[in-house]
């Protein structure tokens, strides 16, 4: 049966706009972006089969546009589309920030570290720095280093902090493990930079672990 063929409430785009994007499962929003199918099969049952032959969505979407474009299904041009929807949505999420715009929402934050780190195959410790209205300054990876860590020296973030003259500091970093909760080493880099910041008056107001799903805020567990 083809997708048109299918009950109102069933097709993706029509689930879409009557209930919203998130409302849509990984394969059926893959399918609203292929249009159709392999020959044989609708848009839906080939996401389900690139999902799951290539998937999870994160470990298909990490591909560059040149391996996308030989899996089934996609090739060259759908590969193309694809690798630029989601430099667009990379842009749509940063844009805030970079405009230098109020950091009203925490939870942004977070997104954004998100965006920038949950891709990186190693991990990687970055720190975006805020004015005393909050207002973002700038974003810069600091650390880098092998899948299992990376180590972090306080003094180059207070150093950055008064080059950039910063008020505050949000840091985070990525478990490319995909497990976001936060180490006991996590929780001592945390105490070590706070203390560090403080000394020359710079607020540390958040670090954000990023794994597979939501970043996790140590604030929110009372560890900043």
Request: glycine share 8%; aromatic share 4%.
């Amino acid at each position: 049966m083809h997708i048109r063929d299918w009950p109102s409430n069933e097709r993706p785009r029509e689930k879409l706009l009557a209930h919203g994007a998130s409302a849509l499962s990984d394969a059926e929003l893959l399918a609203i972006f292929l249009g159709s199918g392999l020959r044989g099969r609708d848009a839906v049952q080939t996401s389900r089969e690139l999902l799951a032959q290539h998937g999870p969505l994160r470990a298909l979407l990490e591909n560059d546009a040149a391996r996308l474009a030989r899996l089934p299904g996609l090739g060259p041009a759908r590969a193309c589309r694809l690798a630029a929807a989601l430099e667009l949505g990379h842009r749509h999420l940063a844009a805030a920030l970079e405009r230098g715009e109020v950091l009203t929402d925490p939870a942004a934050a977070g997104r954004y570290f998100a965006q920038r780190l949950r891709s990186r195959g190693h991990e990687v410790f970055a720190a975006l720095f805020l004015d005393t209205r909050h207002r973002a300054l700038g974003f810069e990876e600091m650390f880098q280093g092998t899948v299992d860590g990376a180590e972090v020296h306080p003094r180059e973030v207070v150093r950055r902090a008064l080059a950039l003259n910063a008020a505050a500091v949000i840091v985070g970093h990525n478990h490319p493990s995909g497990d976001a909760e936060p180490s006991a080493a996590d929780r001592a880099v945390t105490a070590r930079l706070k203390q560090a910041l403080a000394l020359v008056e710079v607020r540390l107001l958040d670090h954000f672990v990023v794994g597979d799903g939501p970043p996790v805020s140590l604030a929110s567990r009372g560890w900043v």
